[in-house]
């Protein structure tokens, strides 16, 4: 088994060894993973926060040691708190770094960070302030960063800066937690969950006071949301069909 670290600010997971493929996901600067298969160009790699898998060009890795992987597994996570902030390189660089990317590597990496960082310290009562950070983001799939980022990206992030661990995809971060009766019983920070007509969900957003819910829809924005699913005021019209409810904290 290979061992390996994102050196640089957003770097693609694809579905497939091509540039053309889709891309599933992203590894912002700083995550840590194993590579599970490597190729000429590409190597199938499962990130240690998450264990999403998926493929990553191997001019976009850094490969570090066993005994190094394990480290950044052990200790507090420590992330960069701004929308975007710096490190700089032994030559003196400036590497972007967007919020949400892991600090804990920046001396193994010949790197310095002077800015602003949090702990992932375990507050609810922080998830809907965190989720405003990226008010306005422009909608990509498979995106985790305030450049672009989907529905389930977003939620995966403002909980991991809260010191939580959600899965990458909508599906699968329904799977956690526990499932409420009805909407009244859910709290800001909650997460509710919405499914297409096939009864698959496919997509997530953040509950917050007074039955409204910060997602991702071409944005991230706010909308109401009842128990019919979200509503969209300028659309006038129900936009998501709300499947359930989940307090995960």
Same mark, same amino acid.
């Given at each position: 088994?290979?061992?390996?670290?994102?050196?640089?600010?957003?770097?693609?997971?694809?579905?497939?060894?091509?540039?053309?493929?889709?891309?599933?996901?992203?590894?912002?600067?700083?995550?840590?993973?194993?590579?599970?298969?490597?190729?000429?160009?590409?190597?199938?790699?499962?990130?240690?926060?998450?264990?999403?898998?998926?493929?990553?060009?191997?001019?976009?890795?850094?490969?570090?040691?066993?005994?190094?992987?394990?480290?950044?597994?052990?200790? *507090?996570?420590?992330?960069? $708190?701004?929308?975007?902030? /710096?490190?700089? =390189?032994?030559? #003196?660089?400036?590497?972007? !770094?967007? &919020?949400?990317?892991?600090?804990?590597?920046?001396?193994?990496?010949?790197?310095?960070?002077?800015?602003?960082?949090?702990?992932?310290?375990?507050?609810?009562?922080?998830?809907?302030?965190?989720?405003?950070?990226?008010?306005?983001?422009?909608?990509?799939?498979?995106?985790?960063?305030?450049?672009?980022?989907?529905?389930?990206?977003?939620?995966?992030?403002?909980?991991?800066?809260?010191?939580?661990?959600?899965?990458?995809?909508?599906?699968?971060?329904?799977?956690?937690?526990?499932?409420?009766?009805? *909407?009244?019983?859910?709290? $800001?920070?909650?997460?509710? /969950?919405?499914? =297409?007509?096939? #009864?698959?969900?496919?997509? !997530?957003? &953040?509950?917050?006071?007074?039955?409204?819910?910060?997602?991702?829809?071409?944005?991230?924005?706010?909308?109401?949301?009842?128990?019919?699913?979200?509503?969209?005021?300028?659309?006038?019209?129900?936009?998501?069909?709300?499947?359930?409810?989940?307090?995960?904290?």
């Amino acid at each position: 088994m290979q061992y390996g670290i994102c050196p640089l600010s957003i770097v693609p997971l694809r579905e497939t060894t091509s540039n053309k493929s889709e891309m599933v996901s992203q590894v912002l600067y700083g995550e840590h993973f194993k590579i599970l298969e490597e190729r000429a160009q590409w190597s199938r790699i499962r990130v240690a926060f998450d264990n999403f898998e998926s493929w990553i060009s191997n001019k976009q890795l850094l490969k570090i040691p066993e005994e190094t992987y394990y480290r950044l597994d052990e200790v *507090i996570p420590n992330y960069s $708190a701004d929308l975007f902030d /710096f490190v700089t =390189d032994q030559n #003196g660089h400036l590497i972007t !770094v967007p &919020i949400g990317a892991s600090l804990n590597a920046t001396d193994l990496l010949n790197h310095h960070f002077e800015g602003h960082s949090v702990s992932g310290e375990k507050l609810k009562v922080e998830i809907v302030k965190a989720a405003l950070l990226y008010l306005n983001s422009p909608y990509s799939w498979g995106g985790k960063s305030p450049l672009g980022i989907d529905c389930s990206g977003l939620t995966q992030m403002v909980y991991k800066l809260n010191g939580y661990q959600l899965n990458r995809n909508s599906a699968d971060q329904a799977k956690q937690g526990e499932a409420l009766s009805f *909407i009244e019983e859910s709290e $800001a920070g909650d997460l509710a /969950f919405f499914d =297409d007509k096939d #009864g698959v969900i496919d997509h !997530v957003g &953040i509950m917050m006071n007074d039955n409204y819910i910060i997602h991702v829809d071409g944005k991230v924005r706010i909308d109401r949301i009842d128990h019919s699913g979200i509503f969209n005021a300028e659309l006038k019209r129900h936009t998501h069909k709300l499947r359930v409810i989940k307090k995960i904290i």
